[in-house]
């Protein structure tokens, strides 16, 4: 088992930024890769970025290049999410998640942008 808590969530003013961290526990050596989804009021969850552990290899959705980045810290086993000029769009609940042979997500944490 591996669990996740998402921190960082909050609201911010368009254009602003926010820092969300994902703290993973247990067997997190049957994970290889992170990310982050998120899934807006009314609509489907989606894809936001990832992250290998080993490597460090990245991956992000065409919406939020340039503005997110993603890191890791494997000695915390610890991965973050950095959001700049954000805006109304990316409001939703994000959540964390880790790959392996078992998937695994954590609860969630809201962040709003007003306009």
């Known amino acids: 088992q591996v669990q996740l808590v998402e921190s960082g969530g909050g609201v911010v003013q368009a254009g602003g930024s926010l820092r969300l961290s994902c703290a993973a526990s247990?067997?997190?050596?049957?994970?290889?890769?992170m990310g982050w989804f998120r899934q807006a009021p009314g609509k489907e969850r989606e894809f936001v970025a990832s992250?290998?552990?080993?490597?460090?290899?990245?991956s992000y959705t065409d919406s939020v290049k340039g503005r997110f980045t993603i890191s890791r810290d494997s000695a915390k086993s610890t991965i973050y999410l950095q959001m700049n000029s954000l805006k109304p769009e990316d409001t939703a609940v994000y959540y964390c998640?880790?790959?392996?042979?078992?998937?695994?997500w954590g609860q969630g944490t809201q962040v709003t942008v007003s306009s």
């Open positions: 998640h880790a790959g392996g042979v078992i998937g695994y």
């Open positions: 247990g067997r997190t050596v049957s994970t290889y890769k």
């Open positions: 992250i290998f552990w080993i490597g460090g290899s990245t």
